[in-house]
């Protein structure tokens, strides 16, 4: 997710006041997770962007039909294409075949950007939804688009992914006045996870391997003739031309993979110096294959990653305040006596609009095998909640009709976790508990209930398609309302017992009071030693009790 501004990633990391680009995706193969499915995962990171889930329902066209594009990011208008014959229904960012795609943006080389172009990465992730039935034919439909009407966005990498193949495809225009744009494809072997951040990943392409590498006929000619390559073919790399490695790049995104890939691989530490902005050092692999296999729950604790348990750890330092905040306020950047500083940029990150987790199942018919794994806000505030892929509407609790970024309402799901969000910033060490208490219990709730809902919805399915289709939908609208309402209740409760820098002391599941039914004396827990340490090295004299 990024707004309409092309920078390298180095100006993107040390822009004040703003975050352009700021999205993380991980790809798991379906032999490197615990079940067999695919996963991809995706926070569009943006501090405009309100969570809701997306709807287009499957739809026959008449000929001559035309389509709008509307940049995502904006709204605006940048034209129109041709409408196909018939188009598949979609749900969030995956639709009725298990074909998800997500995306972080790059940027790249400023110069090939075309403000004359129609499709924007945004609009190219739905309209090849719309209209694909794999992984491989997505991106034959996003490419062709992009030939036949121009590439309006920077450069992109996208997470495609079926019930069967996951791939990385990255992409960058040719410049103003130049259609199409340059791009390759990576296939993540089946027993791999791989990751990418806001940094173009591919190196090396495999030219000859056609069955596990796409690439456009000009990947490498193209940057012959503009002159940012002149070796041979098997030294080109994609990222070195399109978008080489700076401090930026590294320090505030790549260094999201490396938290990713180091839960998984104990190797992975001997490239900490290359993240924390070494250019010259050994850079890290597109996709590794993990010591154990991985969970749908493993990949949605990743997207909580704060650099915990490591030298980046967000908790660590002053910044973290008195109740270790694993969160920095905007901007990114800040200046102290002359010298530049700056915060780390993790994988959860407050201005986040939804965070997804697509599961992708093909031992399953897929009105059952695909799963939109959802929340608003970011993960680490979120519950990730099973929205089906075939499902035939979305929950009202998820749509903008329930509010705006603008405009608060009491039953938005966006807005409730906001709320709960931003009580539990000023109090985190505290309130974590209680916010992972809620999501453990409803998250691994989910893993012991889907399996009989399941169970009755093939019975349903082997009757009747479309009653196992109302069925599952349902089931996702009933328990985004009810976990938003959960949500609602456990703000109150947190309001209540923290109120004012106190703890209300608690008695079997209920506030304490005293013999006299009024409300018990509460907790002062005041602040840790390493705080209080700060406030005498700041203070100094004034404080000291005499």
């Known amino acids: 997710m990024r707004r309409k501004t092309v920078l390298t990633s180095m100006t993107v990391y040390l822009l004040a006041g703003m975050e352009v680009f700021a999205c993380t995706n991980f790809l798991v193969g379906r032999n490197a997770s615990t079940d067999g499915s695919v996963m991809i995962s995706y926070a569009a990171d943006s501090h405009t962007l309100y969570g809701e889930l997306y709807h287009w329902p499957a739809a026959v066209w008449p000929k001559g039909a ?109 410049g103003a006045g130049s259609r199409g744009a ?136 002053a910044g973290a305040g008195p109740y270790g905040v694993p969160y920095r306020w905007r901007p990114m950047h800040f200046t102290v006596d002359g010298q530049e500083y700056l915060n780390e940029r993790a994988i959860a990150t407050q201005q986040t609009g939804f965070v997804i987790v697509p599961q992708m199942r093909g031992w399953l018919p897929d009105a059952l095998g695909g799963i ?16 089906y892929a075939s499902s035939l509407d979305v929950p009202d609790c998820y749509r903008t009709g329930n509010g705006d970024l603008l405009s608060f309402s009491w039953t938005s799901a966006f807005w409730i976790h906001n709320w709960v969000a931003n009580m539990a910033y000023h109090k985190y060490r505290f309130m974590i508990r209680d916010i992972r208490n809620l999501q453990d219990e409803i998250e691994g709730g989910y893993e012991m209930l889907l399996p009989a809902i399941e169970k009755a919805a093939m019975e349903m399915y082997e009757r009747n398609p479309d009653e196992a289709r109302l069925f599952l939908t349902w089931f996702g609208r009933t328990n985004a309302v009810q976990v938003t309402e959960r949500w609602k209740k456990l703000g109150e409760y947190l309001l209540v017992k923290y109120m004012d820098g106190n703890v209300k002391k608690e008695e079997n599941g209920r506030f304490a009071r005293n013999p006299y039914g009024q409300p018990a004396s509460p907790d002062f827990p005041g602040y840790d030693e390493a705080f209080y340490r700060s406030i005498v090295e700041s203070a100094g004299e004034r404080l000291k009790a005499r």
Not at 135 to 164: C, H, N, P, W
Not at 194 to 214: K, S, T, V, Y
Not at 221 to 234: Q, T
Not at 373 to 386: E, Q, R
């Open 372 to 387: 939109l794994w959802f929340g608003v806000d970011d993960a680490d505030m979120a519950v990730f909640n099973p929205v």
């Open 66 to 174: 035309m389509l709008d594009i509307r940049e995502w990011d904006t709204g605006k208008l940048l034209g129109q294409i041709a409408q196909v014959e018939r188009t598949y229904s979609v749900v969030g960012n995956m639709n009725e075949h298990q074909v998800a795609i997500t995306e972080t943006t790059f940027g790249g080389r400023p110069e090939l950007a075309d403000s004359t172009g129609i499709m924007d990465y945004g609009s190219l992730i739905y309209v090849a939804l719309q209209r694909s039935r794999s992984a491989r034919e997505a991106i034959q439909v996003m490419t062709d688009l992009v030939a036949a009407y121009g590439y309006y966005s920077g450069g992109e990498s996208f997470s495609i992914a079926d019930k069967q193949e996951a791939w990385i495809m990255e992409m960058v225009g040719k």
């Open 182 to 317: 340059v791009w390759v494809a990576i296939r993540i072997p089946d027993d791999c996870i791989a990751a990418h951040a806001n940094q173009a990943r591919i190196r090396q392409i495999p030219f000859d391997d056609r069955e596990n590498c796409l690439y456009a006929p000009d990947v490498v000619s193209f940057a012959r003739e503009k002159g940012y390559f002149s070796g041979k073919d098997r030294d080109f790399s994609f990222a070195e031309t399109y978008c080489p490695y700076d401090f930026g790049g590294l320090r505030a995104c790549e260094a999201r993979v490396w938290a990713f890939f180091r839960k998984y691989d104990r190797t992975m530490d001997r490239y900490a110096g290359f993240v924390k902005g070494d250019t010259g050092s050994e850079p890290m692999p597109l996709y590794i294959r993990p010591e154990r296999k991985l969970s749908v729950r493993d990949v949605q604790r990743g997207m909580r990653d704060h650099f915990e348990g490591t030298d980046l750890d967000m908790t660590q330092d």
